[in-house]
Every structure is written in C-alpha cells, then in structure tokens.
C-alpha cells in the first residue's frame, strides 16, 4: 500500500544545531507539503513543493528550508534551531492536476529545542 | 483575520446524539473545501469533501455557504469513537490549503 513516512518520529535537540527531518511518500504524487502545528493554531505551511527541483516558501518559512531532488522525498531542514521550533512537524503529498485535491498526512515529527 | 475561524469547543454530548459546528473562511475565491479529523494530534486525515449542494457520508453531513462563506458539520447518532478534533480545511491559491485550529468534539458513554 502507499503511504507517506516521516523520520525521526521524536527528536530533541539543542539551540542552534542543524536539524533535518526527513519524508518519504510512496503514492507517486507530484505535490509534497510541509506544516508545522502548535496548539491554538492551525497546521501552518512552511514549504511546498509541485515537483523535483521545484521548491516555494509557505507562511513560516523563515529558518527552514526543502530540497527536493527526487518524487519521493522532501526533507526540511532547520538551519539552526531555536526554542520557537518547538512544534510537531507534518508532511504531506498530493496529486497534482485536479481541482480537489485531498492530501495525504505522515505520522507527525516531535521536535524539541532545547 | 485568519483565513479560516472555527469554534475550538469543547462540545460534550452523549452517545446518541447530534452535534453540529460550523466555520467560517475569508477567502471567497476558495473553491474546495474539506473536513479532516485529527486524533490526539495524530495526523490528519480527511473525513469528507464539501461539495456545494452539501453532501453525506453516512452519519456525516457537510453543507457549504458560499454567500456567507461558511461551512457546518453534523454528526447524527454520535459514537464514541467520533470523539476527536476536527478540522476545517479550505483551499486558497493552487493546490495549498489552509486549516483551521480545529473544534473538539467528546462523546461521553
């Protein structure tokens, strides 16, 4: 079956380390997405990408970036971390070319700056 | 203003009974619009599309206004297991979406 995996599940690091979360999606989609939640927000988009070597900043993207050099992965780098990156972290993929397009959630990154 | 406002809840209701919640989106040239549903901040997974005529999928109605830009859920017969929080999902440029911060919904036994 296809599906989207997220690596590491939990991480705790410190101030200023470089961090880098990974996503892996098996459905072959096109569009690959990644969100940030905290509480009382939202899931907020940080990057996005409609496909390989095509990459666009979201609504917080400061102090993070993507590459995407293949279908199947996006990993999302914090260049150095700070404590305001304390969040979950959610990838998602969808099919591109419709105008309903459902997408499809990873398991979620647990990242702690400390 | 965010783009997509929703009643955080709690709503507790029992076993057996309706619930209803609705939310509301600022951009008026969204044309999707979906309810996800999350579990104890587990990812989101899509429960329903809204459709304008408004739809159901089993115990789940969804219903769309376009000229108030709203959009409502309503869970008949309400099981234990609907318990969760629901999230109000509306498209805003391209493939992108917006979220809103959820309604929570407990059924109690």
């Known amino acids: 079956d296809a599906e989207i995996t997220q690596s590491p599940r939990h991480k705790i690091t410190e101030t200023g380390r470089q961090v880098t979360l990974a996503c892996h999606q098996t459905?072959?989609?096109?569009?690959m997405f990644w969100y940030r939640q905290d509480l009382g927000h939202g899931l907020r988009l940080i990057h996005y990408s409609y496909g390989v070597q095509d990459t666009n900043k979201g609504e917080v993207s400061d102090g993070y970036s993507v590459s995407r050099s293949n279908t199947e992965d996006l990993p999302l780098t914090l260049e150095s971390a700070a404590s305001s990156q304390t969040s979950v972290y959610f990838c998602?993929?969808?099919?591109?070319?419709?105008?309903?397009?459902?997408?499809?959630f990873g398991p979620g990154t647990r990242l702690t700056v400390l | 203003r965010k783009e997509v406002e929703q009643d955080p809840g709690p709503f507790n209701v029992p076993e057996g009974a309706t619930v209803a919640f609705n939310c509301t989106y600022s951009n008026s040239a969204s044309q999707s619009f979906f309810w996800y549903r999350q579990d104890c901040r587990k990812e989101p997974k899509l429960l329903m599309s809204v459709y304008s005529s408004g739809n159901e999928d089993g115990r789940f109605t969804a219903q769309l206004n376009r000229a108030s830009q709203y959009i409502s859920l309503l869970i008949r017969d309400s099981k234990l297991s609907d318990s969760a929080t629901y999230l109000c999902v509306v498209n805003w440029d391209d493939y992108k979406l917006s979220f809103g911060a959820g309604t929570t919904v407990t059924v109690r036994a």
């Open positions: 459905w072959n989609h096109n569009n």
């Open positions: 998602a993929s969808s099919e591109s070319g419709t105008g309903r397009d459902t997408q499809y």
